[in-house]
Each structure stands twice: as C-alpha cells, then as structure tokens.
RNA sequence: GCUCCGGUCGUCUAGCGGUUAGGACAUCGCCCUUUCACGGCGAAGGUCGCGGGUUCGAAUCCCGUCCGGAGUACCA
C-alpha cells in the first residue's frame, strides 16, 4: 500500500513554524516513500473563518517549496478537498447516519446555557468536566422525536462506550491508554450542521485513504475519541503519529516574543528556505547519525518515522543562523546574488521591514532601525541593474561574513556607496599618525600610474610602503588604507577589496580621506 | 482538580543492558591572517530530573516521586 499523508490546517491564521515542520515531515515521508501528499482545508468553523488565511497558507508552501499531489488547488480523486465543500457533498450527513443508525452517536438537545451551568457545576464540586450523557445519552426515541418535532436545535454527539479502557496506538510513544469514564461524548456535529474536527478529519482521513497521520501532540488528549470513532464505524486506523511540539527559549509555546513565529517573516529576515527546513527537521527528529548539514534531497533520503523524537524542541535561533550562513557560504556568488535579489523582489520583504520595530533591543546596542535595513537593500537591487559584475565580486567577498541575506545590505554598503559613512573612532586613531598622507599620497600616485592593479600589485605597492617606511608590521600602512577606502576598520582583505574597487573609487575615497586628515 | 504526554551538557541530539556517555550550535582559547569573518585545532560544559528496585552490570528494564507541557469548547 502506497503512502497517503496529508496537511490538514484550519484557515483561521497564519501559518507558523510548528505547522510548517508538520508539513515538512508529511512531505519528506511521502516523497522518501513515492507516496502522495494532500491538502485538506478545515473550514468547518464558520466563526473563526479568515478568508485570507488559504492564501497565506499557499504563499507560504509556495516560498518553502512544499507541493501537494492532491488539494483544492489542484484537484485530485478524492475531492472536495475543503470540509465546507464536502459538507455540502452530504458527506458528512451521510457517515453520521450510519454512526445514529448504529447506535454510536446520539443527539443531545441541551442549550448552551445548560452546559455551561454543568460544567460550573463540576468545576465547583471538582468533578471532571464534560458531557458525559446529561439528559439525552439514553433518553427514549419517543422523547428525542418530540425534541425534534418540536424543533429544538441539537447537536450530534459520539458515544464513548463506558466502563472499559481504549487503547490508542501512536507510532512514536506506542501504547496509550485511556480509561473511558474519564472521556466525555464528544460532539460530532454542530448545532449548524457543520461536523467537528472529531468527526470530518476522520471521516475524511478514512475516506481519503490516509496511511499516516502527523499531526501535533496537542492532538493525543483527543486521540482516543479518534481511536474509538475507527473502532464504531469499522474501519482500520491509519498510523497516527504526534509529532512534539516546537517551543520557544523559554520552554512556552512560540510565540511573538520569541520572535517571528510566522514563517514568512523569516523569509522576509533573509533565512533561506533550505536552511530554515535543514534545521526545522532536526528538532524532534534526526537522521541517526552525526549529520546535521542537510539539503532536501538529503532530507528526504534520510528521513524515516523512526527518527522522531517524543519530547518537544526548542526553537533555537542560533542554529538557525549557523545553518543559514553556511548555506550562503556554500552558494556560488552568482547563485548568491541570484538568491539576495530574488528576497530583495519579495513585495513582503519591504513591507516587513518598513514596518519593523524592535520589541526587544540588545542592551548596549541601539535598536534595529527595519526602514535602514530596507534602504540598504534597494541599494542593492539598485547596484545589481547598474553593475552586476561589479555587485557579484562584492558579494562574493561578504559571503563569509553574513549570516542571513539582510545583512548583506550592510556588508555591501561601502562598495556601493560614492561616500560611505566614515566610522569616527577609526578615524581618530589611524588618521592621526604622521605617515598617512605619504601613504594616500604614495597609493594616489601609484593608481594614476597604473589604474589596472591588482590584486598582487597592491600587495607590492603596500608591503614597499612598509619597508620604505620601516614599519615593522603592515598595520599602521593598511589600517589606515582600509578606513580611507571603506570607512570601517574590518571588512573583506584589503588588496581584493581595492582590486575590486578600481582607480576611480579609490582616488575619490583617498581624496576625500585627505580633508578628514586636515580637520 | 481530572486525563494524558514528556525529562541525556545552556540548546538540538546520538545512544536501545557492558561506551572514557558521541556529535553539533553557542561559549572560551590557540592557529591562520593586514582587520573582521571563514576555516583548522583544542578546552570547558552532562553524578543521563530524583529515589528505589531487577541484573555480575542500567542513560537504557520495572515501580515510585518531582518538575515541565498539553488537553479539559457546538476551536482546530
């Protein structure tokens, strides 16, 4: 039997880390195994409905590179793939006769009030809450017709058999037990018809052959219901499989405090997306062995339910980062560029940043300034239509020394910029020692002379300034080259840097390094 | 309260009865070097939550206990 996964979100919000490793697993189980993956929307709650959240979901998949061979946008034979739409199909009104002509599910017709007063009743008297029959579990038919007659709203609930224990199987803990006093009748379908998560995920599950279910492992307290749902309708259960939960430092549940818990806001921070998927598997899961450093194909090579781990991860950003800077170091300079100009294009990589605000700044550092960051980038994007080759050789020099695509905005700064800001205290201690102007003066002369130096030419003409100047180290001659020229006392090495800059630029910088030295 | 789940260096993890408990991130040091990075080498960091068993032998099996988490909706 071939392997059928599927992500199952709820359009309610945004799609955040948690979900999207759930998708990952689903994704990278399907293809390690041919299988097929699926994209159910659950739309079942009308109330918490946000009609923009499928088209996050979508952009989302899209950016991480995450395809379905079956969903709502691109069909498939099982369809409807949204539970509204199946809904409207009879699907669901159809299962749940067969569960009341069974005698599996009954209708309950208490208000809303009714159970809230129960359960303030059972909070009080510290008694479990929850449904556990109230007044229609086992009410005659005659008394449930004249309900309906009478035109009382309902709702359709599960019933738990009692007095026995339920025994779940979850692929990654193995045996979970339940007692069944302890697990009130769930309701399966809604006063407006529209069926609970209980219900359609797995009527839907069932109907659409899923093998596998990776889900959260929020989801195990109301496994059992799951479980003995199968049970009653006669039907073998897939693999369910609860994946631990991702939380933040702090042991909680991620959240905005721990920073971007929307996935796409770590693209718009300039993660890349074979990076942020390389670390977002390794939390609860792992190859078996040592490696840590994994591309997609790798990935999915590699990837087996038996790697899954069962306690929860914490998200740590400075994996993150390691992982990320080193995929960019291991880019070529023109895939790089390809990469930073494709983010920097990103419509929402400018609207993050432009409406960025530092929540919590480092202590000793000023806040992050996002509009700054955005204008450094559209530098860039300016740069690359300019001078492409010119971009690519600075690029390829910084690769080193970022860890995510934003930061090469910085990095590159003073290559682009005609005057790039001049670090004052770099100033003050290389620009007042007595040999600088011979030095600007002697690299001036050297440029006229020769505007095509290279790389080994300025190595010559710098190491001749030393030994004609009697400097006993290089210090004294390239920090202050390197201040006149960039601004800033550390940076990419210094005769690559001014090979790359060529005559023009230099002479400029040098010219304007001379009127600092007067003032 | 009740029901479940979880617990190996700060963090992510390997480990499935016999290992000096291994790797990685972060930290620190050294090397490379014109700076900053990258890279290389090395250090520090774990009485495997705790207490009992079982066993010649336990991070690994059993029981208890503590701590953390999830659920406890006509939300998913």
Redesign the pocket.
Known sequence: MSVRVRF???P?GLLHIGALRTVLFDFVFAARHGGTNILRI?D??R??YNPESEAEFIETLAWVGITFQEGPHVGGPHGPYRQSERKEAGIYAKWIQVLLEKGHAYKAF???EE?DEM?EF??VN??????FGGNWRDASPEKVAEAEAAGK???IRQRIPRDRKVVTE?F????????SN???D??LI???G?????F??MVDDHLMEITHVLR????????PYHWVLFEQFGWTPPVFV?C??I?G?D???LSKRHGATRVLDYAAQGYLKGSLKNFIA?????P???R?LLTEAELIASFSL??L????????I??L???N??EI?SMSPDACLGALLDYINTPYTREYWEAFVDENPMPNKPPIDGKQIWARLDRVRAAAAQDREYLTKAIAEEQ???TTLADFGEAVEFFLLEEPPMDAKAVEKWFGQSHVPALLDTIEAAVKANPNLDIDGF?ELLIGFQTEQGFE???PV??PT?VALTG?????????LMAILGPDRILARLARARTLLTS
């Open positions: 199952a979100p709820s309610t659950e079942t709650d109330e918490r208490e208000t809303k159970l359960r059972q909070q510290k008694q479990p809450t929850g449904y709203p309902y709702v979850d990654i803990r193995g045996r979970v037990e339940f007692d302890t697990l009130p769930p309701v809604k006063a407006d529209m069926p609970t998560y209980h359609a995920a959260g492992e929020e989801w195990i307290s109301s496994f609860h631990p939960v939380v430092t042991g909680k549940k390794l939390i609860g899961w792992s078996g062995d040592d840590e038996e790697g781990q069962p306690s929860p991860g914490r998200f740590d400075e994996k980062k390691w992982i800077g080193n170091r080193a020394r970022v190595q180290k290089l210090g390239v920090h390197r800033k006392t550390f940076g990419p090495g210094l005769y690559q």
